[in-house]
């Protein structure tokens, strides 16, 4: 079992706990946040898989739970399902020195912190995630919002959690597919800023994506120090915090114009191909060697996800332009884009011009 503290001084710290077997635990470690109840928002997948044993666990400490389940998928990140859940923690009768507890991936925790931010104007929420992604990316780092139909989490609040608890057996239980989507995020994590982690993903770590539990467990260490280190320096992305970023620019443009349709790329399928555009968009402006962004791109496709925009579906240039730049990360003339000199070297331009970046995506393939 591991510790990672979260939090510079911008933020209440909190740690995120990362072993086998928490679940069973949990009542104990959620204990000192909560007073004699919890409401556990969860989707109702996950409810039916592992809400029982957080119940059990939690009341063997005396706390009082109950399970609000919402619909699975992205459409629950929305106003509807966020007004349906205030109901019930109001007919739940929490207050404000109750806590949240979510229960689930990206969209639980999402939905559930944003909840948590808004709910007599501010409860306490402790995160449980229980895919891949959410362990290593969206549970960590207080960044909480739902959809609307101009885009993905333009509303939003940044909340921390007060406790995350990542078990890694719950990961046994994930669709392949969902699991390498987010191995995705493991990988990005390595370019970012870790070469070394990044080569042993590329090896010996790379077992976690085949579902070996001390490879899950290192990566999912390793990946939650960097994103503590990231966003305890920058919790509101006013600098460093956009290195997450990375292939998430090319990434975004490429799911809106799939209607962002799991079935035809799932989120971290769109990162990892973003990362290997990020890569070779930087070997084409000379800003690494060519023979990285082939190493990047071998390491990405052994992990079974896609590098090519062919492997996505067909798109018009223009058109991912247009959605590149109407990005809520674009700021001034030039696009923003997160760059790399090298793995582990990624840093953030400001100043690419849409005429390179439309060239750049006809080469890739784009119409
Ligand atoms: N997922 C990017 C961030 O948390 O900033």
């Known amino acids: 079992m591991n510790v990672v503290s979260v939090g510079g001084g911008a933020f209440q710290p909190y740690d995120v706990v990362v072993g086998r077997g928490l679940l069973a635990g949990a009542g104990q470690r959620i204990a000192p946040f909560v007073r004699g109840r919890t409401a556990i928002v969860s989707d109702e997948t996950v409810a039916a898989l592992h809400g029982p044993a957080l119940q059990v666990s939690l009341q063997a400490v005396g706390i009082r739970s109950e399970i609000i389940a919402v619909p699975p998928g ?36 999402d939905l559930a912190g944003l909840a948590a931010a808004l709910y007599m104007r501010g409860i306490d929420f402790i995160q449980v995630p229980t895919t891949l992604l959410a362990q290593v ?66 090896g010996e770590g790379g ?12 990566a999912v260490v390793r990946s939650v120090e960097i994103k503590a280190a990231v966003v305890g320096a920058d919790e509101k992305e006013a600098g460093r915090r956009a290195l997450l970023n ?4 090319f990434g975004h443009a490429i799911e809106a114009e799939l209607g962002f349709e799991e079935a035809a790329l799932a989120h ?66 030039g696009l923003t884009l997160i760059l790399a000199r090298g793995i582990g070297e990624a840093f953030v331009s400001k100043t690419e011009t849409p005429e390179t970046v439309l060239a750049f995506l006809k080469e890739e393939g784009a119409a």
Request: one cysteine or more; hydrophobic letters at 45%.
């Open 74 to 109: 992205e459409a629950s990140k929305s106003f509807a399902e966020l007004e349906r859940l205030m109901d019930r923690l109001l007919s739940f009768g929490l207050d404000r020195k109750d806590a949240i507890v979510a229960l689930g991936g990206g969209v639980v925790g």
């Open 137 to 202: 990316d969206s549970s960590v780092g207080g960044k909480t919002a739902i959809d609307t139909p101009r885009g993905k989490n333009l509303v939003g609040a940044f909340h921390q959690p007060r406790l995350v608890l990542a078990d890694i057996d719950v990961l046994s239980t994930l669709p392949e597919r969902q699991l390498r989507s987010g191995w995705a995020e493991v990988l990005k994590h390595g370019l970012i800023c870790d070469a070394d982690f990044f080569n042993w993903l590329g």
């Open 207 to 218: 077992a976690g994506v085949r579902g070996d539990p001390a490879a899950l467990e290192g």
């Open 246 to 249: 990375l292939g998430h620019t």
């Open 268 to 333: 971290g399928e769109a990162v990892a191909l973003g990362c290997c555009m990020a890569f070779r968009y930087s070997a084409r402006q000379g800003l690494c060697d060519p023979a990285i962004a082939a190493r990047v791109e071998a390491v990405i496709a052994a992990a079974g996800l896609p590098t090519r925009l062919a492997e996505a579906g067909q798109f018009a240039a223009s058109n991912l332009l247009a959605r590149m730049a109407g990005d809520k990360k674009a700021e001034g003339g």
